[in-house]
């Protein structure tokens, strides 16, 4: 907040926000899942996961700045984490439709 004292935290949290999506879109895809989805499924369908919680974090990073301002700082990253784990279960299920057990079929044992 030093930088932009009289910008709100609630856009520096949502520009923020909507840049580290884009960049965790791909990070889940490569490292974190798998890429068996392609990215026409997973994109369009990872935006309504990230706008949801871009909305939500900011609400909650606006109460908690308003609540907690001699602690914004550490707020920021409570709010961050939880929305983070939050962020991470609906891509798992939704976006990547992740299972661990399923086998690929290059993973299938091969006749001979």
Do not use: C
């Not at 962020?87 to 299972?99: C, G, K, P, Y």
């Amino acid at each position: 907040m030093w930088a932009l004292p009289q910008v709100d935290v609630r856009i520096l949290w949502g520009a923020s926000w909507g840049l580290t999506g884009v960049l965790a879109h791909f990070v889940h895809r490569r490292f974190t899942f798998d890429n068996h989805k392609s990215v026409a499924w997973t994109l369009p369908t990872a935006v309504p996961v990230y706008a949801g919680s871009l909305l939500g974090s900011s609400f909650t990073i606006g109460w908690l700045a308003a609540t907690f301002p001699e602690a914004v700082y550490w707020m920021g990253v409570a709010n961050m984490l939880a929305w983070g784990v939050l962020i991470w279960l609906a891509m798992r299920t939704f976006v990547f439709q992740f299972t661990p057990i399923k086998a690929r079929a290059s993973q299938e044992p091969q006749e001979k």
